[in-house]
Structures are given as C-alpha cells and as structure tokens.
C-alpha cells in the first residue's frame, strides 16, 4: 500500500475513534474509550508510512533500520488492539448489566500477559530474536531477575489476592494503623488512598494484604467515640441527662443506633464520660466535624446550665477532710418542712414537731437503677420523694423480682419499717436519679414520748396505709388497729396515760 494511502487511512481511523468516543460519552453509565494507547499506535503508524522509503536498505550498528520500524509500528498496533478488546469485552458488558464488573487488576494482568505474548511473536517473527530461548538458557539471568523482582512480585500475587477477595472497594474508608484514608485506586502493585490533607497515600498491596484492616463502606453507619471530662458538683444522672439532649438533636447523629454514654472514671478534676455516637461517612473529616459540633454545643448546654468544663486544680499543701462536717444538704431546713407538711402522714403535727422533725431529717441522692430498701432487711427509716421515681418490687416466692408500683414525687414509702420495726415488705429501686427525704426513728422518738395523743393519731394513719398495702400485695391476714398502736407503743417504750 502506498505511503499516502496508508496515510489518509491512519488519518481516518483516528477521526473513527474520536467519533466513537464522543458516542461512548454521551452515555454516562459506559466506560470511557481508552484512546491514549491507539492513538500512539496510529501515530507511528503514520511515522512509520512516511519513513519506510527513506530508511530502506539502511542498516544502523548491523540493524536493519526500516525492519525494526516494521517491528514497532506491528507492537503499537497489537497493543492498541488488545487495549480495544479488553474495553470491549471486559467493561463494556458489565456497564450493560450482562455480567457483574471484572477486577481492574484482572484487566491490567491479562494485558500484561497478552502484551508480554504479543511481543515474544512479533520479536521472533519480524526481528528475528528468540526471547523465549534467550530467557529459558539463561539459568543465571532468571536467578538474578527472581531475586531482584521477589518483593515485586509479592506486592502483585497479593494486589490479585485482594481483588480475588476484595476486602475493600473505591471509595471505602480504611485504616491500616500507619495509614489511613478514602482508597481511591488498587493497581497491579500498590494500593492508593486520599488521607485528611488531600494527599495521596501509596501503600504497597503486600503491607495491606498482611495488615490488621478496619473498613469502613460509604453507606454504613460509623462510631465516633470521644471522653468529656464534667465537674464533680455536677451529678452523673443529670451530666448523662444533659448531654444526651445534645447529642439526640444533632442533625448528623443517627437515632439507630442510638448514642451512648458511659461514666468511664473519676479523675483527679473531673468525672470522665465516654461518649458513642453514630453518623455517616468514616472520613477523618466528617469525625472531626461532627466531635467539634458536639463539643461545641455541650459547653454551651453546661452554661447555660450553670456549669462548667472543670481544668485541673493541683493543691502542694497537704489537706485534711474534716469527718466531723456533714454532707452539704440539697434543700434547707424550711424547704423540708414544706415536704413534710405536705403528706398527710405529719399533717397531725404542730409546728414546733414539724421543725424539730424538719432539722434532724436529711436528704439523699440516688441515680438510676439503684436500690434505696431490700425487701426482708431490717430498718428503722422512712422516705418520701422529693423528685424522680422508684419502682416497688415483690418477690414471687423465687429469685425473680415483680414490679407492683411505682411511686413518683409527693409518696412515702418506709412507714411500716420505722413504727411496727417490720421487715421491709418489698424492694424499692430507683428509675432515674431520685431526691429522697430520710426521717429516722430516733428523730421521731422525742416527739412520741412527749405526746401520746400523737402517737395514736400516727398509729390510725399507719394503719390505713397498711390495709392499702395489704390489699395491693394481696395479702389475707391484716393486722388490727389495736396491734398496730400496742407494737408502735412497746416499739417507742410510751404508755398511754
């Protein structure tokens, strides 16, 4: 064929293929035509129609110069061909739905193998060498090339192990322990990822194939896990409390699973929580983001509040605690004569028995899911709630457990203990933090032995409080009146005058 024939034909097949490709980008969901590699091949194809005639017969170093053009203008075209059928076979047809997506690196090594083919053919067919035998009689060179190449080839044997059995895919977060990142490509040798800094993390596939991986997919839910350090005055129920209403209204938090917090220790300065929330997308900047936020809005939810982020606070002169000084009281001695005011249980009492009773009565503090009595226990204490609720339970003649009430602010719970001397008839558990009024009965003692009178006016109260309880935990045998009044009389040693 002509030189200017071969020519326009070049020129005709590069116009096909830049028509070809405009088509294939029209279509979205279609693999991009590889047109880098064909385009080289028809470029010295071009090269080599111009250059045949000139070079004929000229011999550069004993090498025939226009046989050698032959030689190389054949390799481009043959690879450029493969290039074209691995395309066509091997990416076209998945893009169609015919059958799932072939492994990039499956791709690159059949192109490998059938370019390594196509070279040995065309080297021995129009150049004349013989590489098959050159390699096979050379025990030395192999040696040398295995030895060299040992490292090489354990970073290709494991880049197709992973995409024979891909632990990861484009796009998945992953961390390696020293590297971390988005994979944004697997090659026939390395492993790539997009780490925080936009930069390009290059990792051997023998160091991902041989390394501890967490994965993360795009889609999945992701931990991100982070400690808070909150001042001691603040209780552990209403820090919890506090900060579970801010990380609930987090547009970026999940409800499922929802977020947890853990009291994790009591530190030199502060109680430290450890807090769990889930959200989308592993990246380290969408981690970073989402702490931040959260973070943010917990100080502003503490100060508004009343409290604050506690710093540590380091003492060098030796303190003493005095054991003499009681705990600091919730509420003041008139706030608890409210309280006792209130129940009908020391509605008989005049005001000077109220504030006796109100100065010798403390509070406690409870948090959630803690037990205030146990049932068969011994006591000599009454409570009523301040604020937040407990739970009455009965056994059922086993080790299981039965809820039968639950008692919120305003009830009294304990009664039958301090004036019969009773066992406790049923355990109380608390269901969220909880303030309870504690009258003891050595607080009452002055009272009774004073007035009698009181004593039987309490003594009717009790035992209409008694015939409830009775009849709530379905018991037959119900003590008198009578009963009640002469064990409260030989309890708090008073005679009726």
Not at 399 to 422: K, N
Request: glycine residues 8%; negative net charge.
């Amino acid at each position: 064929m002509p030189a200017l024939d071969r020519l326009i034909l070049t020129i005709g097949l590069a116009v096909g293929l830049f028509a070809l490709a405009a088509m294939v980008r029209r279509r979205p969901h279609m693999p991009p035509l590889p047109l880098a590699l064909p385009l080289v091949a028809l470029g010295i194809q071009a090269v080599a129609s111009l250059l045949r005639g000139p070079l004929q017969g000229i011999d550069l170093l004993g090498l025939d110069m226009a046989r050698w053009l032959d030689t190389g203008g054949a390799l481009a075209v043959l690879y450029a061909l493969i290039r074209l059928a691995l395309w066509g076979c091997l990416q076209v047809p998945p893009a169609l739905g015919w059958w799932p997506p072939v492994p990039k690196i499956l791709r690159d090594l059949l192109l490998l193998l059938a370019a390594a083919a196509v070279t040995v053919l065309v080297l021995r067919d129009y150049a004349g060498v013989n590489l098959v035998g050159l390699i096979t009689t050379s025990a030395v060179l192999t040696a040398v090339v295995g030895l060299a190449a040992q490292e090489t080839l354990k970073d290709l044997f494991a880049g197709i192990t992973l995409q024979l059995d891909p632990p990861f895919r484009e796009g998945d977060w992953i961390d390696l322990g020293e590297a971390k990142g988005t994979v944004v490509g697997l090659t026939l040798m390395n492993t790539h990822l997009m780490s925080l800094d936009r930069a390009c993390v290059v990792v051997p596939n023998d160091t991902v194939s041989q390394a501890v991986l967490r994965r993360y997919r795009q889609k999945d839910p992701v931990g991100n896990g982070f400690c808070l350090g909150l001042d001691y005055s603040l209780p552990p129920a209403q820090a919890q409390q506090l900060m579970l209403a801010v990380l609930q209204e987090h547009p970026r938090v999940l409800a499922d699973p929802p977020p947890r917090i853990w009291v994790a220790e009591y530190g030199d300065s502060a109680i430290v929580y450890d807090l769990m929330v889930w959200h989308f997308d592993a990246t380290d900047a969408s981690r970073y983001d989402v702490r931040s936020d959260l973070l943010s809005q917990i100080w502003y939810a503490l100060k508004r509040a009343g409290h604050s982020v506690p710093y540590p606070v380091r003492e060098l002169r030796p303190k003493r605690p005095d054991r003499g000084t009681p705990p600091a009281e919730p509420l003041d001695s008139e706030a608890r004569m409210a309280l006792l005011t209130e129940h009908t249980l020391f509605s008989s009492l005049d005001a000077d028995q109220r504030e006796h009773l109100a100065r010798e009565s403390h509070c406690l503090r409870f948090g959630p899911g803690e037990t205030v009595v146990r049932e068969g226990d011994r006591g000599d204490t009454l409570f009523k709630i301040v604020f937040g609720s407990v739970e009455v339970l009965k056994l059922d003649g086993s080790t299981t457990c039965h809820r039968v009430a639950t008692l919120g602010p305003g009830d009294v719970f304990g009664e039958m203990t301090l004036f019969t001397d009773a066992p406790r008839s049923a355990s109380v558990r608390t269901t969220s933090e909880t303030l309870l009024l504690e009258v003891e009965r050595r607080d009452l003692q002055p009272l009774l032995e004073k007035d009698s009178v009181l004593l039987e006016r309490i003594a009717r109260m009790v035992q209409e409080r008694q015939a409830g309880l009775d009849q709530l935990m379905q018991q037959c045998n119900r003590p008198t009146e009578v009963s009640v009044l002469q064990r409260m009389r030989q309890l708090f040693g008073v005679l009726r005058g």
